[in-house]
């Protein structure tokens, strides 16, 4: 007979680690890939929320992660992200769709996906994304799922004498999804320069209501994202809207 490990989840339905007390060295007290706190225990009934099985005398070598609860099967609760994922998929089925909702989604999975086609059987060849050039890539791909009419490499207005291309154009939203990949002469200080001139030139773009900057820092050069997309997002009335989303989050 086998037993159940506690699952190590973040506030946002994000698995952290499925084996909260026999592999420790994997907890987190926040997410790695969208910064919110964990959890093991149900906020509710304080019982452990159900993670890997484990049998004795039994390895499983399948690198699978156990897929997330969203209601606690013992007080019948829903999880805190439960409400978050309901919404994802009303989203995805309303013609009228939250596309800010659904852009930010796809991001703060994006790390996940990567980590995941890495592990193809008998070590097939597959994407790795080392560049910025891989990051527009996947995303392109991913944004296929919900999108129809995608415009890659479009010019935009000069600023200050120059011009510049964003990555896609979601015409009919009207919303331009600039990527960036650090390195390691593109951390903190150099990102936030980039952005505020790309901020900037976007203004002046006729199709552009919603400026979506996505920013891929799998080796942790920004210390501080959290910082950065504070000071640069932008909800002004009657104004292009700023959403900067750095991924994933280390702590």
């Known amino acids: 007979m086998g037993q159940y490990d506690a699952y190590l989840v973040c506030e946002n339905g994000h698995g952290v680690n499925d084996n909260f007390y026999r592999s420790p060295q994997f907890n987190k007290s926040f ?16 019982k452990d929320i159900k993670g890997d099985y484990h049998t004795e005398g039994v ?24 409400a978050k994922k309901d919404l994802m998929k009303a989203s995805i089925k309303s013609t009228n769709k939250d596309d800010a909702f659904l852009l930010e989604t796809i991001m703060d999975k994006f790390h996940l996906i990567v980590k995941q086609i890495r592990q193809r059987y008998d070590h097939r060849e597959t994407l ?42 979601l015409k ?16 903190a200080k150099q990102l936030g320069e ?17 400026l979506f900057c996505f920013v891929y820092d799998p080796e942790g050069y920004i210390n501080n994202p959290t910082g950065i997309e504070n000071d640069l997002n932008e909800d002004k009335k009657d104004q292009m809207k700023v959403k900067v989303k750095i991924v994933p989050k280390g702590h």
């Open 172 to 187: 009919n939203e009207k919303i331009v999804i600039e990527v960036k990949k650090t390195r390691k002469n593109l951390q």
């Open 128 to 169: 790795d994304v080392n560049d910025e050039y891989d990051v527009q890539d996947l995303l392109h791909s991913l944004l296929k799922i919900f999108y129809d009419d995608i415009r890659t490499e479009e010019w935009n207005p000069s600023y200050a004498g120059a011009s510049t291309r964003s990555d896609f154009l």
């Open 31 to 46: 997410c790695t890939i969208c910064g919110a706190k964990t959890l093991h225990k149900c906020q509710n009934c304080n």
């Open 194 to 210: 980039q952005l505020i001139i790309d901020i900037a030139k976007y203004k002046t773009h006729p199709d552009c209501k919603l």
């Open 59 to 82: 390895v499983f070598i399948s690198g699978r992660q156990t897929t997330v609860p969203v209601i606690c099967e013992f007080c019948g609760k829903d999880f805190p992200w439960k």
